[in-house]
């Protein structure tokens, strides 16, 4: 993880807003980034203070560095970076990832086969970006957890079983294609809807009746 430094001008002045970024290695080989914590204006100081928290690689070197975890409450000789000190009184398990809502999420998703109808429609990019798969993430989080597109980048993706049960990581979350799948629904929206009227008359008998406006 590092910080990243992004500029705006507001009334006049230019401000720098930081932000955590963290790089993650997807199956293709590209690293592709996700941003864990928005900091906002930071001084010199609060600046130096963050890296020291964050440094896990030599700078440059790519060279990982062994740390030593030593109980808050345990007294130590020498006082170092290589050091951290934790409160083992304090650990507990939070938000462990989801599977179950996401398998029947997924489950869903098959039986209304969305899988067939978007994987003819929304066919890999030269890049090889796997839209149906990002769009059908984005169903099955708006599904068992509504929320933006920035939420499932930096959140929520990462808590949940997707990776697993589509059998890929987090390429399927990067912030900027969650946005851009969208518009590339547009076009099979007449489409979509005609499916997903077909397959509730198959599976549960449903009748749709259009009312004229007279």
């Not at 462990?96 to 998703?109: D, K, T």
């Not at 990462?158 to 890929?168: P, V």
Request: with cysteine; glycine share 6%; net charge neutral.
């Amino acid at each position: 993880m590092f910080l990243r430094c992004s500029t705006r001008k507001k009334d006049g002045k230019e401000h720098a807003y930081w932000g955590l970024v963290e790089n993650r290695r997807v199956a293709d080989g590209r690293v592709v980034q996700r941003h864990v914590l928005y900091l906002g204006e930071i001084n010199d100081s609060q600046q130096v203070a963050w890296r020291r928290t964050i440094e896990i690689f030599d700078q440059g070197e790519n060279i990982a560095r062994t740390v030593a975890l030593v109980p808050a409450e345990r007294e130590i000789e020498q006082d170092s970076q290589a050091i951290v000190r934790i409160r083992v009184d304090a650990i507990e398990l939070r938000r462990p990832r989801q599977w179950g809502g996401c398998w029947l999420a997924c489950e869903l998703y098959h039986q209304l086969e969305l899988e067939q109808f978007f994987n003819q429609r929304l066919t890999p990019s030269c890049k090889g970006t796997r839209w149906d798969l990002i769009l059908q993430a984005l169903v099955c989080y708006r599904l068992l957890d509504p929320g933006s597109e920035w939420h499932l980048h930096r959140e929520w993706f990462l808590r949940s079983a997707m990776a697993d049960l589509l059998g890929s990581d987090f390429s399927l979350a990067e912030s900027h294609k969650l946005y851009r799948v969208h518009d590339l629904l547009l076009t099979h929206k007449a489409e979509l809807f005609s499916h997903l009227q077909q397959r509730w008359k198959d599976l549960f008998g449903a009748r749709f009746e259009v009312l004229s406006m007279t």
